[in-house]
């Protein structure tokens, strides 16, 4: 097959493990008629030439996942231009989610869209190009341009707040005879070849951006708030132009036309100064990020810019400097305010081998850290990301907005010209009947509609940020407020997740140092809580290790392992009585109920018979905000549920402290996802708080789960909101945030729909000229989104 005559496409595949992999899949693919496939296992994709007289992109696609794979999505954030509504957002998304293997979210209040694409597919010019063919500009945001971004909008407020006070300079001798309407004097105080003079640079240079907007919506296919001005002050003006002309018998409305779109851009400016603050929580999260380090160079401290630091560089940070990178303190001790993390004010005590985190401030004492993390890769990075994704993401309310404002404008037109024809016939007189129609044209707004969700998502997740609560997207934001019941894992939730052995208890003849060695020498290796108490226990102890064979484990129970010549057992007491070992159930139950978990350790004998040589006590702390977290959930009506594999004992008197009336105890690692689909069958919307790896399966099946920041990776990848502090309070603040917030998107979608539905109505009937009209709807925006602002005040419960 001639390959120069064919057409190629690059797929990138997810899901290969092996070469064998990548060979199921290029025989799937040259299987296929016309095709010719080289899949690379290690750069994971799938080079494809293929006839496209004989086969189309999505059979290619069908045979991968036929194959049991997926094609990787990328995804592209693009800045949008010379968008005026919510109409214009809903053209860009139906623009590019035409396009094959194109998800494409569009927000209104960053004029941004979110756009998940199939390499190969499509490209990104591509996905540009389809954006401009609508009738409107893109350009990629990369992280290095925020800056940029902002001076653009910077000078383009300052650009259009000089043409508002040219149109305002030329409406107000318009607008200002109005007066004499009140006073019973002619209305014509000006010539009308003046006023003429007048509303036409207004009309035609100052509003030139709506007959654009509008030409651009309706070349792309719809149409806009721009079609209402620019058809509504375009029918006063013409109207009032052919009056003057041949100097008919009829009052003139240039300052209707003048003052709507003053009025209108007046608006805009109001409602663009109103988003930009919005979006106050990310700035000053982005200017946080120091732009120098200092760095030891043949003995004296040198400064470099922060972006040239490579992992393992050491830097010194002096009091009262930002850290420029995360890293770990090598030496020096001090205290750091990490406030901007985490919402707590109180400093953080730092010494050698402690964490320190990008932007936070060293308030005293000199520190030298070795850098772990930098660049994109610190956590304020993963904030600033995480943040912003969450306010380019669309929450589930808004598609009901999203419909009507689709169908919007061409309603309103309907509405406008049935004005028109139905005033003209009742009452003969057609200059009445127009300017009904003019108004019904102008009061009319889709704005309001497309800001009252994205307005107040990007405050409400921009307020969670500085108070330590990270939501990853909108939907989660909004389901955290249908919350009725959260389960909480035990360790490292509740408590601090750093058990500590508190009774070491040999039973045997052998001492306490040789029943730490035996157990230390078995744990050794293993990152379960329970394991790292008894390993922390043997170092304190200064107990030398012995080597091991023969290990072999079971989650949740114990493990079995040789020590030389000896095999020993140790785990929980129902994991040593499934082995045959006879404990003391009076001595555990003891132990049990003042909270701590037991562990038992055992030797097998030559004659087979496990003979128990002690038991180790471990208790791990209750965190300081744990009982009032509880206390404070149960107020919001919520019902706390405790999972733990600890016995049932032990998981009791860790209830009874807290107040939790219900748990459920000995739930292996592997169970807890079974548990949350038990309660989630019994109709119950559910929350999942967890820390660790093995908290990802039951944290992935919750309805909205929350990952203790300081947990691992994968629970926090896992989760739909990250919890900064080490603070189960931080729960309630998520739900108190999302519900506040829902308020707020309620009330703006509550006010739109009013306004819209008496607005159009009183226009209609002539209750309402065209001025005030203009006037509302250019107040109608800015309503919304200074509504959407008042949630800066919500505060956490600290």
């Known amino acids: 097959m001639n390959t120069a005559t064919l057409k190629q496409i690059e797929l990138p595949i997810a899901g290969m493990t092996c070469a064998a992999c990548a060979a199921r899949i290029e025989k799937n693919l040259n299987k296929l008629p016309g095709v010719e496939a080289v899949v690379n296992f290690a750069s994971e994709k799938a080079r494809v030439h293929y006839d496209d007289r004989q086969i189309e992109t999505s059979t290619l696609i069908h045979a991968i996942e036929k194959a049991g794979f997926q094609i990787a999505p990328q995804m592209l954030q693009l800045q949008l231009y010379r968008m005026t509504c919510a109409a214009c957002g809903g053209h860009i998304e139906n623009a590019l989610n035409a396009l094959p293997g194109v998800k494409a979210q569009v927000n209104v209040a960053t004029e941004t869209a979110k756009v998940d694409f199939i390499p190969g597919l499509v490209t990104k010019d591509q996905l540009i190009t389809t954006v401009e063919k609508a009738g409107y500009g893109a350009k990629e945001i990369s992280e290095t341009n925020h800056a940029e971004e902002k001076a653009r909008r910077q000078a383009a407020y300052q650009a259009e707040l000089r043409l508002f006070w040219i149109s305002a300079a030329l409406t107000l001798p318009l607008v200002s005879q109005m007066g004499a309407m009140f006073t019973g004097h002619d209305m014509d105080v000006l010539p009308r070849w003046l006023q003429w003079m007048l509303a036409t640079p207004v009309q035609f240079w100052i509003g030139k951006r709506f007959y654009t907007g509008a030409w651009n919506a309706l070349r792309g296919g719809g149409a806009n708030m721009d079609v209402l001005v620019a058809l509504g002050t375009s029918m ?35 409602e663009a100064r109103a988003k930009s603050r919005t979006s106050d929580a990310i700035e000053a999260l982005i200017k946080l990020q120091p732009k120098t380090a200092r760095i030891e160079q043949d003995g004296q401290m040198v400064e470099v810019p922060a972006d040239t630091l490579q992992v393992n560089d050491v830097f010194i940070v002096r009091p009262g400097e930002n850290l420029p990178v995360d890293g770990i303190v090598v030496e020096g001790s001090s205290s750091v305010n990490e406030s901007m993390l985490t919402g707590e004010s109180l400093p953080v005590s730092k010494q050698p081998g402690t964490k320190v985190f990008a932007a936070t401030t060293n308030q005293q004492g000199m520190l030298k850290c070795r850098a772990t993390s930098v660049g994109a890769q610190t956590q304020l990075a993963a904030i600033i990301r995480l943040v912003e994704e969450a306010q380019g993401s669309k929450a589930p309310i808004q598609r009901m907005a999203d419909t009507i404002s689709g169908v919007f404008v061409p309603v309103v037109v309907v509405i406008s010209i049935l004005t028109l024809a139905l005033t003209w016939w009742l009452t003969g007189i057609f200059v009445t009947a127009l300017i009904h129609a003019v108004s019904v044209l102008v009061i009319a707004c889709p704005c309001a509609l497309g800001l009252a969700t994205p307005t107040a998502i990007m405050v409400g997740t921009g307020r969670g940020a500085q108070t330590g609560v990270l939501v990853k997207n909108a939907a989660a934001l909004e389901h955290a407020e249908k919350i009725r019941t959260i389960i909480v894992d035990k360790t490292g939730t509740l408590t601090e997740g750093k058990p500590k052995v508190t009774d070491i208890l040999p039973v045997q003849s052998i001492s306490k140092t040789d029943l730490i060695q035996i157990a230390a020498s078995l744990e050794q290796g293993s990152e379960h809580p329970l394991a790292l108490a008894v390993n922390e226990c043997g170092k304190k102890m200064k107990i030398k290790l012995k080597p091991v064979a023969e290990f072999s484990a079971v989650a949740g129970g114990g493990i079995k392992a040789r020590i030389e010549s000896s095999l020993y057992i140790l785990g929980s007491p129902r994991f040593l009585t499934q082995h045959n070992v006879q404990l003391d159930k009076s001595l555990i139950v003891t132990l049990q109920t003042e909270g701590k978990t037991v562990i038992a350790v055992a030797k097998t004998g030559l004659d087979d018979s496990p003979q128990v040589l002690g ?44 107040g939790i009336t219900e748990y459920r105890a000995e739930v292996l690692p592997q169970d807890k996802a079974e548990e949350v689909r038990k309660l989630k069958a019994n109709g119950e919307f559910t929350g999942m708080v967890g820390d660790g790896i093995n908290d990802a399966p039951a944290l992935a099946e919750a309805d909205v789960s929350f990952a203790i920041g300081t947990g691992s990776d994968v629970a926090i990848e896992t ?80």
């Open 236 to 270: 006063a003006y013409i109207f009032s132009a052919v009056v003057t002309a041949f100097s008919l018998e009829q009052h003139v409305y240039f300052e209707a036309s003048a003052a709507i779109i003053t009025l209108v851009l007046l608006g805009k400016l109001m």
């Open 615 to 658: 038991y180790l006590a471990i208790a791990d702390q209750l965190r300081d905000t744990s009982v009032r977290a509880i206390e404070r959930l149960q107020q919001m009506d919520i019902k706390v549920v405790m999972l733990t594999g600890d016995n049932k004992i032990t998981a009791d008197a860790i209830a009874k402290h807290t």
């Open 719 to 798: 989760a739909d909101i990250t919890l900064i502090r080490n603070d189960l309070m931080s729960v309630a603040d998520a739900i108190s945030l999302s519900r506040a917030t829902l308020r707020k998107i309620r009330q703006n979608l509550f006010f739109a729909f009013i306004y819209n539905s008496l607005g159009i109505p009183l226009a209609a009937v002539g209750m309402l000229n065209p001025i005030i009209a203009g006037a509302a709807m250019a107040m109608s925006s800015v309503s919304v989104v200074s509504n959407s602002l008042l949630l800066k005040r919500w505060q956490a419960n600290h």
